[in-house]
């Protein structure tokens, strides 16, 4: 119950005055409801008069504030919705002092605890509630200040006269004023900070092309009859409008999100089965433009088609049930379509080319139907827990006995959510292993609850506290998926989003090109907060450039009949610059100082799997083993380059092993009827030795490396004492 309500409250701490008012009560609120669980198990409760009177004042002074506020708005849903959620925060505070009472009374009271847990609910939700209301009351009363400046960016082009440029100024100004310092006020409020930095940014823009948008009218009205100078001015008037238009449209979409999407979502956006999924999408549409329209050549179509492949395999190994098979097929059959295609050349028919590309179009349009319904997400351990924990909420739900299919399902819930747990280890895997634990204890208490006739009230908080603990567990587990998503690879998702816009025709929507943006620079600062310092303001010299890079854009494709050279040039640069931030935190990743913590990560990973796995019983499982240690071959390489010589020649032949060793599994799981469970057992002994002696190495070879230059700059700081006599006889001697 604590982890669950406490976690809800503080996902609605999106601001600093929602998070200074509701923090204090959220924790006065968990002792409250720590003293009730310690109350179910027999203890006696104590004198809570002075913790229930800290929560009823804040939550008093909070109710008074709320009430004056509804009576000077003017917003009908908060004046409509309001009632309710202060009579709510009432009776729950009513149940609070009630409980005092009762528990003072009698500290094993029954009824007394059950209203302690009952106010203590009510008071969470319902001081969060009102929290909700005003902030996004206040919200609304921005966004329609926003749409109303919006709506008068366009008058310009009815202005004719320099008197009715004065009058539209003076119409503007206040308005765009109060706007701009109102979404400045609420940028510095958020907490998330990729949203107030939007906020930030795209005011500034308004206020850039505010004297800019007025000098494009005044220019328009003093051309006068010059054909040419009216036109220029009017394109520029246009262009400055589109410009203030797009910002004001990204200020009201950020305003508009309630809660970060970035990270809560990073699992749904930036698994590596959710990104194999968005590039076979990518691909097939790619191939139906090819077969359809003939916008590629063959070579580069057959190309496109040997992607797609290689993407549809990943996601069809790692896609469990009928769907996964369906994949399969559909994949085995393009490869024989693309084979004939090949072996064609250009030396076959028309008609037979035509035949064949027909079957290749069907075929991909039906792999783009299904994978398009294909939820990947549930393939994956925490997938997997999310399912079976709605099956087990849903029995909570409706109290059904806990038996037969119930449990069954918790018990595949418990052994799937320890497998989880023991591949993190640490800190993650004891809190997942400790409400594996705590859902132990409370189902017990459910079977013996069920053998009592009556006793509604304890088989209810029975099933109140499961549904808490449930919710603990899945969020557990999804954390624990989320932390083995390397920085590179969400980097790497926003860069390709934002190069498929920047292929898209020139006339694209400007407000999808500033969400593109937006999604890079968000996973380009979470990604660089691993980093080095160094690394860091590489990364941030390089979204300037990716910024500077599509405004160049931007400013192309809006200017009047652009050349297709130019928009080329324009698009490459663009490119250029999203490819080489991805590439370089890519790097850092594979190279920089977390190399060896990536390495052992991953071999701590695979190991734990192999060892709570039997070979090929999760193809989940198999393709998060196998991803893996591509990962850790791919890191190790990199470090064998980077330090050529006998290391880097020993690191090479070291990750030939373990990708022999990975093949060799493949073979066992390919041949279950041509192996022996010995053999099955040495070839998993074999990737894990391999693995670990590549751990070792690789380890040594980068903390020489640091010992390296830590000599290196000591030797420096020597020669300059002994140059210079800086620092003191007592410094250089050190």
């Given at each position: 119950?604590?982890?669950?309500?406490?976690?809800?409250?503080?996902?609605?701490?999106?601001?600093?005055?929602?998070?200074?008012?509701?923090?204090?009560?959220?924790?006065?609120?968990?002792?409250?409801?720590?003293?009730?669980?310690?109350?179910?198990?027999?203890?006696?409760?104590?004198?809570?008069?002075?913790?229930?009177?800290?929560?009823?004042?804040?939550?008093?002074?909070?109710?008074?504030?709320?009430?004056?506020?509804?009576?000077?708005?003017?917003?009908?849903?908060?004046?409509?919705?309001?009632?309710?959620a202060l009579a709510a925060v009432n009776s729950s505070s009513q149940a609070l002092s009630e409980a005092v009472l009762e528990l003072k009374t009698d500290p094993y009271s029954s009824q007394g605890r059950r209203k302690l847990i009952t106010g203590a609910k009510g008071i969470l939700t319902g001081t969060c509630d009102l929290l909700l209301m005003y902030d996004?009351?206040?919200?609304?009363?921005?966004?329609?200040?926003?749409?109303?400046?919006?709506?008068?960016?366009?008058?310009?082009?009815?202005?004719?006269?320099?008197?009715?440029?004065?009058?539209?100024?003076?119409?503007?100004?206040?308005?765009?004023?109060?706007?701009?310092?109102?979404?400045?006020?609420?940028?510095?409020?958020?907490?998330?900070?990729?949203?107030?930095?939007?906020?930030?940014?795209?005011?500034?823009?308004?206020?850039?092309?505010?004297?800019?948008?007025?000098?494009?009218?005044?220019?328009?009205?003093?051309?006068?009859?010059?054909?040419?100078?009216?036109?220029?001015?009017?394109?520029?008037?246009?262009?400055?409008?589109?410009?203030?238009?797009?910002?004001?449209?990204?200020?009201?979409?950020?305003?508009?999100?309630?809660?970060?999407?970035?990270?809560?979502?990073?699992?749904?956006?930036?698994?590596?089965?959710?990104?194999?999924?968005?590039?076979?999408m990518a691909d097939c549409k790619r191939l139906e433009d090819w077969l359809k329209v003939g916008n590629l050549s063959d070579h580069d179509g057959l190309k496109c088609a040997a992607e797609l492949l290689n993407a549809a395999k990943e996601l069809a190994s790692g896609v469990s049930g009928p769907e996964g098979e369906q994949i399969g097929e559909i994949v085995k059959a393009i490869c024989d379509i693309v084979g004939d295609l090949n072996?064609?050349?250009?030396?076959?028919?028309?008609?037979?080319?035509?035949?064949?590309?027909?079957?290749?179009?069907?075929?991909?349009?039906?792999?783009?139907?299904?994978?398009?319904?294909?939820?990947?997400?549930?393939?994956?351990?925490?997938?997997?827990?999310?399912?079976?924990?709605?099956?087990?909420?849903?029995?909570?739900?409706?109290?059904?006995?806990?038996?037969?299919?119930?449990?069954?399902?918790?018990?595949?819930?418990?052994?799937?959510?320890?497998?989880?747990?023991?591949?993190?280890?640490?800190?993650?895997?004891?809190?997942?292993?400790?409400?594996?634990?705590?859902?132990?204890?409370?189902?017990?208490?459910?079977?013996?609850?069920?053998?009592?006739?009556?006793?509604?009230?304890?088989?209810?908080?029975?099933?109140?506290?499961?549904?808490?603990?449930?919710?603990?567990?899945?969020?557990?587990?999804?954390?624990?998926?989320?932390?083995?998503?390397?920085?590179?690879?969400?980097?790497?998702?926003?860069?390709?989003?934002?190069?498929?816009?920047?292929?898209?025709?020139?006339?694209?929507?400007?407000?999808?090109?500033?969400?593109?943006?937006?999604?890079?620079?968000?996973?380009?600062?979470?990604?660089?907060?691993?980093?080095?310092?160094?690394?860091?303001?590489?990364?941030?010299?390089?979204?300037?450039?990716?910024?500077?890079?599509?405004?160049?854009?931007?400013?192309?494709?809006?200017?009047?009949?652009?050349?297709?050279?130019?928009?080329?040039?324009?698009?490459?640069?663009?490119?250029?610059?999203?490819?080489?931030?991805?590439?370089?935190?890519?790097?850092?990743?594979?190279?920089?100082?977390?190399?060896?913590?990536?390495?052992?990560?991953?071999?701590?990973?695979?190991?734990?799997?192999?060892?709570?796995?039997?070979?090929?019983?999760?193809?989940?499982?198999?393709?998060?083993?196998?991803?893996?240690?591509?990962?850790?071959?791919?890191?190790?390489?990199?470090?064998?380059?980077?330090?050529?010589?006998?290391?880097?020649?020993?690191?090479?032949?070291?990750?030939?092993?373990?990708?022999?060793?990975?093949?060799?599994?493949?073979?066992?799981?390919?041949?279950?009827?041509?192996?022996?469970?010995?053999?099955?057992?040495?070839?998993?002994?074999?990737?894990?030795?391999?693995?670990?002696?590549?751990?070792?190495?690789?380890?040594?070879?980068?903390?020489?490396?640091?010992?390296?230059?830590?000599?290196?700059?000591?030797?420096?700081?020597?020669?300059?004492?002994?140059?210079?006599?800086?620092?003191?006889?007592?410094?250089?001697?050190?």
């Amino acid at each position: 119950f604590i982890q669950s309500n406490l976690r809800f409250i503080m996902s609605a701490f999106h601001t600093k005055t929602i998070a200074s008012v509701l923090e204090p009560v959220a924790q006065q609120v968990s002792h409250l409801v720590v003293l009730y669980e310690a109350g179910q198990q027999g203890q006696a409760m104590p004198d809570l008069g002075e913790n229930i009177t800290v929560v009823l004042t804040c939550v008093s002074n909070l109710a008074s504030v709320a009430e004056q506020t509804a009576l000077q708005s003017n917003d009908a849903t908060f004046i409509r919705d309001f009632p309710s959620a202060l009579a709510a925060v009432n009776s729950s505070s009513q149940a609070l002092s009630e409980a005092v009472l009762e528990l003072k009374t009698d500290p094993y009271s029954s009824q007394g605890r059950r209203k302690l847990i009952t106010g203590a609910k009510g008071i969470l939700t319902g001081t969060c509630d009102l929290l909700l209301m005003y902030d996004e009351s206040e919200v609304r009363k921005i966004v329609k200040n926003c749409e109303a400046v919006k709506s008068y960016f366009p008058v310009c082009l009815e202005v004719g006269t320099l008197e009715d440029l004065s009058f539209y100024i003076k119409n503007l100004t206040p308005g765009l004023t109060q706007v701009c310092k109102a979404v400045q006020n609420r940028a510095e409020e958020l907490l998330h900070k990729p949203y107030a930095d939007i906020l930030r940014r795209e005011t500034d823009q308004l206020k850039k092309f505010a004297p800019m948008l007025i000098g494009a009218s005044k220019s328009l009205i003093n051309a006068g009859g010059n054909e040419d100078l009216a036109n220029a001015a009017h394109q520029n008037l246009d262009t400055t409008i589109e410009k203030m238009t797009a910002s004001m449209k990204e200020i009201i979409r950020v305003l508009l999100l309630k809660d970060p999407d970035y990270g809560k979502k990073i699992i749904a956006d930036f698994h590596p089965l959710a990104l194999a999924k968005d590039a076979v999408m990518a691909d097939c549409k790619r191939l139906e433009d090819w077969l359809k329209v003939g916008n590629l050549s063959d070579h580069d179509g057959l190309k496109c088609a040997a992607e797609l492949l290689n993407a549809a395999k990943e996601l069809a190994s790692g896609v469990s049930g009928p769907e996964g098979e369906q994949i399969g097929e559909i994949v085995k059959a393009i490869c024989d379509i693309v084979g004939d295609l090949n072996n064609l050349g250009e030396n076959g028919s028309e008609a037979d080319k035509a035949a064949l590309k027909k079957a290749l179009l069907d075929q991909v349009e039906k792999l783009d139907s299904i994978v398009q319904k294909t939820d990947v997400l549930a393939s994956t351990p925490s997938g997997a827990v999310s399912r079976r924990v709605e099956d087990a909420k849903r029995w909570a739900t409706h109290g059904d006995p806990l038996t037969g299919d119930a449990k069954a399902n918790f018990a595949d819930l418990l052994t799937t959510s320890r497998a989880v747990a023991k591949a993190n280890g640490g800190k993650e895997g004891a809190m997942i292993e400790d409400s594996c634990n705590k859902l132990e204890e409370l189902l017990d208490e459910a079977s013996k609850l069920e053998l009592e006739i009556g006793n509604t009230k304890g088989k209810a908080d029975n099933r109140a506290r499961i549904l808490a603990w449930l919710d603990q567990l899945d969020n557990q587990v999804k954390m624990a998926d989320e932390k083995h998503i390397l920085p590179s690879e969400v980097v790497r998702a926003g860069v390709n989003q934002l190069a498929e816009w920047a292929k898209d025709s020139p006339a694209v929507d400007d407000a999808n090109a500033h969400h593109a943006y937006n999604k890079v620079v968000e996973a380009s600062k979470a990604a660089s907060e691993g980093l080095s310092k160094a690394e860091r303001e590489q990364v941030d010299t390089l979204l300037a450039d990716v910024n500077e890079a599509m405004e160049a854009y931007q400013a192309v494709i809006r200017s009047p009949n652009p050349s297709q050279a130019i928009v080329k040039k324009s698009q490459a640069a663009l490119l250029q610059a999203v490819n080489k931030l991805g590439s370089v935190l890519e790097k850092a990743d594979m190279t920089g100082d977390n190399a060896a913590e990536n390495v052992t990560t991953g071999v701590e990973r695979i190991c734990d799997l192999l060892d709570a796995h039997k070979v090929g019983e999760n193809p989940a499982v198999e393709a998060s083993i196998r991803s893996t240690v591509d990962k850790v071959a791919n890191i190790g390489r990199a470090v064998a380059n980077h330090n050529p010589g006998p290391d880097g020649d020993e690191i090479n032949s070291l990750c030939d092993n373990v990708k022999t060793y990975l093949a060799q599994r493949q073979w066992v799981i390919n041949n279950p009827d041509k192996v022996t469970p010995d053999m099955v057992a040495q070839n998993t002994k074999n990737l894990k030795n391999a693995l670990r002696v590549l751990e070792d190495k690789i380890t040594a070879v980068e903390q020489d490396r640091d010992e390296g230059t830590e000599l290196v700059s000591a030797v420096g700081a020597a020669q300059h004492w002994a140059t210079t006599g800086k620092g003191g006889d007592a410094e250089g001697t050190a």
